[in-house]
């Protein structure tokens, strides 16, 4: 099963690919965590992105079309993958159709997570990423155990540098230019299936499992 996540920052991308990953036994393949784990790292690839993240831009497809294709190529993605953050512009929408074309598969869903700017903030100021494994929560609908420490791993849980109020503001505009334009493409490839993202995460995960299958 090959899928892709669409939706805002913050709409619950990454969450929902988590659970959907530990469902159907497949790999999550998210380009945020790869650029943060290259930024982690100091390599060059995270120094380049850096610059872009901090901003709230995207980063430019060159840096960011083939280190997926080449990802979802690896033997872990034998039985597909959830995509999450990629692809988030019209180039890299296509050249993802494209490299699959050539390996003869194809795209099973595009799930768009939706959710109205007004919640998006309130979300992303309450967000807490862990340093060391990149798990999620947030303080009010999806606390650690014990606060701000890794339910996971033990390490600490940081404020993400891109998600402050001006930067989430400036990603919420990149998205609405470049991303939004995806829920057409896949609506005319015949695979878009939108769900209300609005609702806690046990009842928007109901919905996946409606459309993806039990
Ligand atoms: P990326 O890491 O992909 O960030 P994003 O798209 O802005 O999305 P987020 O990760 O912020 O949100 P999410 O939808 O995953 O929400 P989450 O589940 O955490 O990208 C970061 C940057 O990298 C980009 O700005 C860009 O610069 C670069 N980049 C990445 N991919 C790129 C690409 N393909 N091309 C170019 N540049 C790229 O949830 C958010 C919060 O809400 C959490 O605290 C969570 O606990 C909570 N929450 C989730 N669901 C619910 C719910 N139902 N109810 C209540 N709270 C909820
Ligand atoms: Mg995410």
């Known amino acids: 099963m090959k899928i892709i996540m669409l939706g805002a920052p913050g709409a619950g991308k990454g969450t929902q690919a988590k659970k959907i990953a530990e469902k159907y036994h497949i790999p999550h393949i998210s380009t945020g965590d790869i650029f943060r784990a290259n930024i982690k790292n100091g390599t060059e690839l995270g120094k380049q992105a850096k610059t872009y993240m901090d901003q709230g831009l995207l980063v430019p ?39 699959l074309e050539g390996l003869g598969e194809k795209l099973d869903y595009a799930i768009d ?4 700017d007004e919640n998006i903030v309130n979300r992303m100021s309450g967000r807490r990423a862990c340093v060391s494994c990149g798990a999620t929560y947030h303080v009010v609908y999806a606390a650690p155990k014990v606060e701000g420490i ?10 993400r540098d891109d998600d402050k109020p001006e930067t989430v503001q400036k990603r919420l505009g990149v998205y609405h230019e470049q991303t939004q334009p ?17 609702r806690n995460l046990e009842e928007v995960f109901k919905s996946i499992v409606e459309i993806l299958g039990e």
């Open 113 to 116: 997570v939706d959710v109205p």
């Open 61 to 99: 497809d060159e840096l960011t079309v083939n280190l997926v294709i080449d990802r979802v190529q690896k033997e872990d993605c034998a039985n597909g993958y959830v995509l999450d953050g990629f692809p988030r512009t019209i180039p890299q929408a296509e050249a993802l159709t494209k490299a």
């Open 150 to 159: 890794c339910d996971t791993c033990g390490a600490e849980l940081i404020l």
């Open 182 to 198: 995806l829920i057409d493409y896949y609506t005319k490839a015949g695979i878009l299936k939108s769900v209300d993202g609005t």
